[in-house]
């Protein structure tokens, strides 16, 4: 009974603890916020750059590019993705416990029991075996189909002057997010950082909680709002937008003991121990995103400028705790709210137009997230991301009048570094390749694009490596229409 208390605690310990290193996982808090969702096809096709190309699904994203609606026009959009998630686990012998990798790898079963009756054999030559049938590497799969935008935009004069204001829902976050460890130990005698475990002695061994560790969320939040733009000159136009943010999701976590781990000065013993905990609840999320930027167009050049004032989006948890040690659970509750501050953000780019049929778009974002602050329900202030800076490039080129083909790369990162990590600070990342056309006939416009999206990292400990790698294949349509 005390070790069950013992791998109870240490199981609750870090279910509640904010970590965010994906290495080892860590509590389902603002997962999915990191990454802000772009609502045009033409402009995902083009790399996510919003100068460039003139589309009322940028309204969000850069306002100021409202000024080129000249007739009421409507807007819907929606996509469909694939997306493939693995990892996989390799380990190798560690000095004076050479079973270990075996056991973590599951491989333990094609060793024979030593004959205890040979010469010399002592309680340390025996196998050390799992109590389960959980191998250390998972995949999983998933597809899904989910509207993107609605959006209206209206040209009007106020005293004389040219305004085009619009109004919009959108999915400002994918929330849907996925990750598993079936090897976590603590403590986490295989990391490196911030000091090595030293070796144990015989009299003094080292216990080693070691249990298997999920967490999952689906959901989604929603924008709802609405975008001006003007002009400010002949060639200046400036924009602004404001969204109200509301979104949930169903949250599942959960914790499975393999096993107690004991380590001598040379050999290790797995004792079997039973332990689960299971949270699952709902997370509601609600807050306010303003945008401001400006566009100067020239001839052959665009030129322009987007800020995500700071804005604070909270969550408030309902979750139910399922916690079993013995064959029998014991079913507790727990609310929280906690919020989430993200500093100023912001894009610079340029489009070049060396031909009338032809486009080049160039952006660069600054995410700042290393100033985001997370302030939990006791009150506690984290600031567990990781800033990134993203380039983005795309090109359209009209064939003729009525089809462009385009196509782009944008950089995305993660808000948090792999385990082990050769560069401190630099957040895991990739690059999302993307491709389309556009149809114009008569007032319609319809606009189709595919991205690409690999990610790969890996964790990195003393002598043990996880792969992870996210794919993802995205299809987004938006069709268009002016109403004369």
Known sequence: MKHAKLIFTVMTVLIIRPLFAQGYGGPLSFQGLERPVLHSAAGRA????????EDIGLMFQNPATLHAVRKIQLSAGGFHATGDLKQEQHYAPVRYFSNLSLLLEG???????????????????TVQRPYDDIGPNWSRTRNRTRPLQAMLAVPVSVRNIGIVAGIGAVQYADLDHYYQNNNVLSPSILSQRPLPTLRPTDDNPVEVAWW??????????WGYGVALAGN????????FSGMILRGSSEDVEWQVARGRL??????????????????????????TEFTLSGLLTGRYVRAGI????????????????????????????????????LPLRGTVGLSLSPRDNLTVGLEYEVRPYASAEIVGSDGTVTSPWLSASLFRAGVEYRIVPW???RGGMRGEAEVFEPEGNHIPGEPA?????????????????????????SMNYQDIWATAVSKNSERRHALIAQLSCEIP
């Open 46 to 53: 083009m790399g996510g750059v919003a100068i460039g190309t």
């Open 212 to 221: 298997q560790s999920a967490r999952s969320r689906e959901g989604s939040i």
């Open 262 to 287: 004991t380590f001598f000065s040379n050999a290790f013993r797995a004792d079997s121990v039973y332990g689960r905990v299971t949270r699952t609840g709902t997370s509601d999320f609600s807050g």
């Open 403 to 405: 089809l462009a083909l």
């Open 107 to 125: 491989l333990t079963g094609s060793i024979p029991d030593p004959d205890p009756a040979l010469p010399g054999f002592t309680a340390q030559d």
């Open 306 to 341: 987007t800020v995500k004032l700071p804005t604070t989006l909270t969550r408030d948890s309902r979750i139910r705790i399922e916690t079993d040690t013995s064959g029998t659970p014991f079913v507790s509750s727990l609310r929280g709210s906690e919020r989430l501050k």
């Open 232 to 239: 400010a000159g002949k060639t200046l136009s400036l924009g």
């Open 429 to 453: 990342g990739c690059t999302v390749y993307s491709a389309g056309f556009g149809l114009f006939f008569s007032g319609l416009r319809l606009d189709i694009t595919y991205e690409n999206y």
